[in-house]
């Protein structure tokens, strides 16, 4: 059945190190989006595409980079230079088709990133 | 700067009465609402929408109002039930595709 698939659960990243969180969709959707959620506070956007091969930053971009090579996936990678990367990423998709539905994200499981 | 706010970290009702949530947006250039529900480490699950159109939308259970010149929604939960804990949040979103939410609301649905 369709939705969409984070990996890994949990992780966990070495100082300097940069790590890749992967995102799959199979609802055959244009955009998609990541956001990081801390404790006690609502989702923030990292970046989100609107369609192959183009994304955008959101408003927490810095630290963080992503890729769009196909429809399905959309990996985010944590780099070195996100000094307080510990939270949870949440990854989503919508339509872009016109009328309501496009408004509409599902979200993924979540991954919980860690600092060692 | 926060564009949608929750202003109610938390809200605890008794089982059968009515929930109310509720939210405020800053960015008149949003034209489409909705609310989430979240489980602990689960991803949101889309509850309820509204249109910048209208001023309510009802689906069972659960009714979203919009009032666009106070830049206010809410959303009713009648009647509330144990199950309906969980975090909410709402979001805006504008022509872009780009979403803002809230901070969220922690519901409990005592017994």
């Known amino acids: 059945d369709g939705g969409i698939t984070q990996s890994p659960k949990y992780l966990f990243r070495k100082e300097g190190q940069n790590v890749t969180l992967s995102c799959e969709q199979n609802?055959?959707?244009?955009?998609m989006y990541w956001y990081r959620q801390d404790p006690g506070q609502g989702l923030r956007l990292i970046y989100y595409?609107?369609?192959?091969?183009?994304?955008q930053k959101g408003d927490i971009a810095e630290g963080y980079s992503v890729s769009r090579e196909k429809k399905e996936s959309f990996p985010l990678t944590v780099t070195s230079a996100q000094k307080n990367p510990t939270a949870f990423y949440l990854c989503?998709?919508?339509?872009?088709?016109?009328?309501?539905?496009?408004?509409?994200?599902?979200f993924g499981a979540g991954t919980r990133l860690s600092v060692l | 700067d926060q564009q949608v706010k929750q202003n109610s970290p938390s809200l605890s009702v008794q089982e059968g009465r009515i929930s109310i949530l509720n939210c405020d947006y800053t960015?008149?250039?949003?034209?489409?609402f909705l609310w989430y529900k979240k489980y602990p480490a689960e991803g949101p699950t889309f509850l309820i929408s509204?249109?910048?159109?209208?001023d309510k939308n009802e689906d069972g259970r659960f009714t979203v109002f919009l009032n666009k010149s106070a830049k206010h929604l809410s959303l009713h939960i009648v009647p509330s039930q144990p199950g309906d804990s969980a975090v909410y949040f709402c979001?805006?979103?504008?022509?872009?595709?780009?979403?803002?939410f809230g901070a969220g609301t922690r519901l409990t649905v005592k017994p």
């Open positions: 989503a998709s919508s339509t872009t088709l016109t009328g309501p539905a496009k408004n509409i994200q599902y």
């Open positions: 609802l055959n959707h244009d955009a």
């Open positions: 595409s609107q369609i192959v091969n183009d994304f």
């Open positions: 960015n008149s250039m949003f034209d489409y």
């Open positions: 509204i249109s910048s159109i209208k």
């Open positions: 979001a805006a979103s504008g022509r872009r595709g780009d979403m803002r």
